[in-house]
């Protein structure tokens, strides 16, 4: 059973436009929402994480959107960039569980020049 | 200087055969995982230790045995290897804290024919 559910599974954008993927979970007491970057032949990199006290957290060209009561959030990238091409995951953790993160199956981005 | 190394970065091998995969760390974290990412990019985590002593032991069979040595590093071994072992397999740490963000290794690509 999946804890975490990420859509869509692929992502085809012009250079210059606006990503998004979108996350959805069910367990409540998941506090702490990760988004990981992946390269081929690299393992992932953390690009930017949230709690559930805010609903919006953002770092240069990319966003959270953060929505506690429909258990959703989601990553936003502006002025998307051929260099933004990978795949992402979403992740989400409970507080006293030690890193134990369940990841979304992951979107596989690609930004068209 | 890479952060977190793991080696080998292909192992192709036979079914039956047993393997090891090994992972360092010089980031001084005290907590080291062990994730596989299957054909479809889903990642799961295995194992996890801290302080070398098991903290995480998800549902994996018991053909996997993770051993850590010291804090600094953490091996995977595989008896009787089965085809659907082929897979990535990542390393990662992290200062163990729940929002201590994950280091991964660039990952083993484990073939097995």
């Known amino acids: ?113 | 200087d890479t952060a977190v190394s793991q080696t080998p970065k292909y192992l192709v091998t036979q079914m039956g055969n047993d393997k090891s995969i090994k992972c360092e760390q010089n980031l001084g974290h005290d907590t080291m995982y062990w994730y596989k990412q299957d054909s479809k990019k889903f990642l799961k985590i295995m194992f996890s230790y801290n302080n070398k002593e098991l903290i995480i032991n998800e549902t994996v069979p018991n053909r996997f045995s993770p051993k850590s040595p010291d804090k600094a590093h953490l091996n995977l071994h595989i008896n009787s290897l089965e085809l659907g072992d082929s897979a990535v397999y990542f390393c990662a740490s992290s200062g163990g804290r729940v929002d201590e963000k994950l280091f991964f290794g660039s990952g083993t690509q484990l073939s097995v024919l």
């Not at chain 1, 959703?72 to 989400?92: N, R, V, W």
């Open chain 1, 1 to 113: 059973q999946q804890q975490v559910k990420q859509s869509p599974q692929s992502l085809i954008v012009q250079k210059g436009g606006i990503s998004i993927i979108n996350c959805a979970y069910e367990n409540t007491a998941f506090d702490y929402f990760p988004w990981y970057q992946q390269f081929p032949g690299k393992g992932p990199a953390l690009l930017i994480a949230i709690r559930p006290d805010v609903s919006e957290k953002k770092e240069g060209r990319f966003t959270i959107s953060f929505n506690k009561s429909a258990k959703q959030f989601s990553l936003h990238i502006m002025d998307s960039q051929p260099g933004d091409s990978a795949t992402y995951f979403c992740a989400a953790s409970k507080g006293y569980n030690f890193n134990k993160f369940y990841f979304g199956s992951g979107t596989k981005l690609n930004v068209k020049p």
